[in-house]
């Protein structure tokens, strides 16, 4: 039973790795870009058109006003 614990207990490990290891690449990728402001400027408004985008998106599926 013990080895059933064990197991359990490494999947919350192995997601916060997986995610911290997606962030650090994406990070790495993006920093590049941010060397500019105007790319910088860029990157942040398609960020937040992205976000308004799903978040209206939802909305409009899950019928939330």
Excluded: Q
Aim: glycine share 4%; hydrophobic share 60%; no cysteine.
């Amino acid at each position: 039973m013990s080895n059933f614990f064990t197991n359990v207990l490494r999947y919350p490990l192995f997601l916060i790795s997986f995610s911290l290891g997606i962030f650090l690449t994406f990070f790495r990728w993006i920093e590049p870009i941010t060397k500019k402001p105007l790319n910088l400027i860029v990157l942040i408004i398609s960020f937040g058109t992205v976000l308004m985008f799903l978040n209206l998106t939802f909305k409009a599926m899950l019928d939330l006003n």
